[in-house]
Every structure is written in C-alpha cells, then in structure tokens.
T-cell receptor
C-alpha cells in the first residue's frame, strides 16, 4: 500500500505560468511534509517543507499548501522558469520514526521557454 | 563543505559478486539512510541508522547488509549481487526527526 502518491508522472507548463504539483497521502500519522527537487545524475535536494500545524508555507516562488482533511498537499511554483525543469518528489514523515521519510514516485516537470 | 559523498559513482557487477557502497557525511548527523531508486519509482528505504553502532531494516532490506562503525560513515553491502538489485542507490543523512535529509549524488549499479 503506497502511503504517499503523486498521481501525475509528468507536467508541462509554459515559462512564466504557474506549475501545480499534487501529492496525496493515506497515513494520518504523518505530521511533516517535504518537497525535494532532483536533477538528472544528482541526488534530491530539499526545496520546501510544511508542518501539519500549518496549511501554507512560502519560500520565494515556491508555496506548499496542506489540506489535512483531504490528506492532500500541493506545490505551487510561480512564475515557472526553465531551470525548474526537474523531478519533484513529495515526502512525508512523523516525529516518532527515526527521521524516516516516505516518498512518492515523483512528478517530472518540464518548463518550456 | 562536501555534505554527503558516495563512493563509487558507477559500478558494473556480475551476478553473485559482492561489493560495498560507501557513504560519508561531514555534517555530524546522527541519522543516515540508504535508498534505492528504480525507473519511474520513488525512493525506497533499504536500511537506516539512528547513530553510531546502530542499524535497522527499512522497506526493502533483503539482499543487503549495512554497518555504521563510525558516525560519519554508513556502508551498504551486497553479499551476492542479483540482477534485481540493478538500481541507483542514494545515501542521505539528517540531524533529527522532521527535518530535511541531505542526499549524496547516488551510485549507479548494474548487475549483469
């Protein structure tokens, strides 16, 4: 049973427009959510996170929204830039599991110039 | 500051051979993790460690062993490699729960 799901394997947007990446989870014990960005031949790098006590967190062009009742989070990138083209992983963890995170399968974002 | 360094970056093995992947971090992190990533899939946890001298099984531990003799190093071993273990392996570390993990750049392993 996959506890973290990213149902869109890929997304293509035009430069300057908004990119919205979605993630659903099933484990109600998750209390911390993260987004990682991964370029080819590199390891994932942390992008933005949100605690379950919040419903929104912003960092520059990146905003993460959390809807706990729906067990859904989304990452908004505004405006999208060609350098944002990468694989984005959603991850979730709890405060009691040795720092372990459960990852989604990733969404490949392509931003076209 | 190197962060998390994985050695080697690439390796080709024959079925039945053994090898060890090395992960080193210079951030004094307590927690370390080994993941594998297969095409179209996310990161799956193989083994992890919550401190020097400790190890624990993750989601997909079969066929792998690990050791954490020093706080900064986390070794992943394949005793008898199988084609199903062809994957990209990532090591990560963090200093406490509910914090981002820092990843190495991966080891691409092919088993023929």
């Amino acid at each position: 049973d996959q506890q973290v799901k990213q149902n869109s394997p890929s997304l293509s947007v035009q430069e300057g427009r908004i990119s919205i990446l979605n993630c659903d989870y099933t484990n109600s014990m998750f209390d911390y959510f993260l987004w990682y960005k991964k370029y080819p031949a590199e390891g994932p790098t942390f992008l933005i996170s949100i605690s379950s006590i919040k419903d929104k967190n912003e960092d520059g062009r990146f905003t993460v929204f959390l809807n706990k009742s729906a067990k859904h989070l989304s990452l908004h990138i505004v405006p999208s830039q060609p350098g944002d083209s990468a694989v984005y992983f959603c991850a979730a963890s709890t405060n009691t599991n040795a720092g372990k995170s459960t990852f989604g399968d990733g969404t490949t974002l392509t931003v076209k110039p | 500051n190197a962060g998390v360094t994985q050695t080697p970056k690439f390796r080709v093995l024959k079925t039945g051979q053994s090898m060890t992947l090395l992960c080193a971090q210079d951030m004094n992190h307590e927690y370390m993790y080994w993941y594998r990533q297969d095409p179209g899939m996310g990161l799956r946890l193989i083994h992890y460690s919550v401190g020097e001298g400790t190890t624990a099984k993750g989601e997909v531990p079969d066929g792998y062993n690990v050791s954490r003799l020093k706080k900064q190093n986390f070794l992943l071993g394949l005793e008898s490699a199988a084609p199903s273990q062809t994957s990209v392996y990532f090591c990560a570390s963090t200093d406490r729960t509910n914090q981002p993990q820092h990843f190495g750049d991966g080891t691409r392993l092919s088993i023929l």
